[in-house]
């Protein structure tokens, strides 16, 4: 049974780094979609950054547009989020999902797999504050 994980997570001021990663455990990364979604408190959960199964397409939701890049390392089955400039709006609990079916990243799509997805893991929690 596939498994998808998260790490990377810390506390940080604005306008610093982070990355995060998504190990997938039990199948190939090389076979899924891989959509990040972070929750903050009080919020309900948004899709932030999706790569689609052949990695030509992808999708950033407007808030984190030129700031956060999605990619991959089949070879490791480790998925990343790259995090520039932070800003205290991108404190929230971060999670990753995989998708077999997804080709396109849309924003439909993403909401589908947030809807859908039955193996959420645990999050990596990001902090962002002065």
């Known amino acids: 049974q596939m498994h998808t994980s998260e790490s990377g997570g810390g506390s940080v001021q604005p306008g610093e780094s982070l990355r995060l990663s998504c190990l997938v455990s039990?199948?190939?990364?090389?076979?899924?979609?891989i959509v990040w979604f972070r929750q903050a408190p009080g919020k309900e959960r948004e899709g932030v950054a999706c790569?689609?199964?052949?990695?030509?397409?992808?999708y950033n939701a407007d808030s984190v547009k030129g700031r956060f890049t999605i990619s991959r390392e089949n070879a490791k089955n480790t998925a990343y989020l790259q995090m520039n400039n932070l800003t205290p709006e991108d404190t929230a609990v971060y999670y990753c999902?995989?998708?077999?079916?997804?080709?396109?990243?849309?924003?439909?799509?993403?909401?589908?797999?947030?809807?859908?997805?039955?193996?959420w893991g645990q999050g990596t929690q990001v902090t962002v504050a002065s």
């Open positions: 039990g199948s190939s990364l090389s076979n899924y979609a």
């Open positions: 790569l689609g199964i052949t990695d030509d397409s992808t």
């Open positions: 999902a995989a998708d077999m079916w997804t080709v396109k990243c849309t924003s439909r799509s993403m909401d589908t797999i947030g809807s859908q997805y039955p193996y």
